[in-house]
């Protein structure tokens, strides 16, 4: 069966019997999300830093302590996404298949927006999606642009990369700046230095992906910037989604979109 026409319901029954795989592509027209479990403690202190990091941090829903499901998520979280990575005292110790055994029950699932929501209004609109056509995980870039922080968490912005062919560029900001829920426009277009991403072919997460002649390097705020936060900020215990292996959710992708 092509992913692409899988309900949520269905991805999920594959990733809880053990397929592992990125999921740009998958479920066409059904959002995905960026999980970021962190202890109860650390609840509103994410809160905040995703309050004032809108861009890079979205929330579209947020579990209550050692819940494993939520208003969007009708799966289990534990179990219903392709890869997970652990944190403890800000380290990823290990990526897991699943996270039954180490799910607390202080832990607070948080849903953060992904831009491969709108990866399907961009195919529509004549704009080529790279690693889509390469079959590889979107890269993505630690910046050295800093998040604004918390008492507690800090750390720098991360960016997903998609090259645009140059004339289709406008396209590209205007098809994304209507999910404004999901990131929204790219925070970057061009010189990927500007941002301190000094090799495109060494992303921090995912895959390298192939410029053609004549694309343009388009950067979007990435819901994997909570799990950098984490990192820098040494968070004692957290689980995120392996970057690129996402949540899919019972919601539609055009309910992000603003006109």
Not at 63 to 70: F, I, K, M, R, V
Not at 213 to 228: N, R
């Amino acid at each position: 069966m092509d992913v692409a026409t899988l309900t949520p319901a269905q991805a999920r029954a594959r990733f809880r019997v053990g397929e592992r795989v990125p999921t740009a592509g998958w479920c066409r027209g059904w959002t995905q999300a960026n999980l970021i479990a962190v202890p109860a403690a650390l609840r509103y202190e994410l809160l905040l830093f995703a309050h004032r990091n809108p861009r890079a941090c979205p929330v579209l829903d947020v579990g209550e302590p050692g819940a494993w499901s939520t208003t969007l998520f009708r799966g289990d979280l534990r179990t219903d996404l392709p890869g997970y990575r652990l944190y403890r005292d800000g380290e990823p110790v290990a990526d897991l298949d699943e996270v039954t055994g180490q799910w607390r029950a202080d832990l607070v699932p948080f849903l953060i927006g992904c831009s491969f929501t709108f990866e399907a209004a961009l195919l529509a609109a004549g704009v080529p999606v790279r690693h889509l056509e390469q079959g590889r995980n979107v890269p993505m870039y630690r910046t050295n642009v800093p998040c604004e922080s918390t008492a507690s968490l800090s750390g720098p912005l991360v960016v997903s990369m998609r090259p645009v062919p140059e004339e289709l560029v406008r396209t590209a900001v205007e098809v994304s700046g209507r999910y404004p829920r999901v990131h929204g426009a790219p925070v970057h277009v061009g010189d990927p230095a500007a941002i301190g991403v000094l090799d495109l072919g060494r992303p921090d997460f995912g895959d390298p992906v192939e410029l053609r002649p004549g694309d343009v390097p388009l950067f979007w705020a990435c819901g994997v910037t909570p799990q950098a936060a984490v990192m820098a900020s040494g968070v004692e215990y957290a689980i995120g989604h392996l970057p690129g292996h996402m949540a899919v959710l019972d919601v539609r992708d055009d309910d992000y979109r603003v006109t």
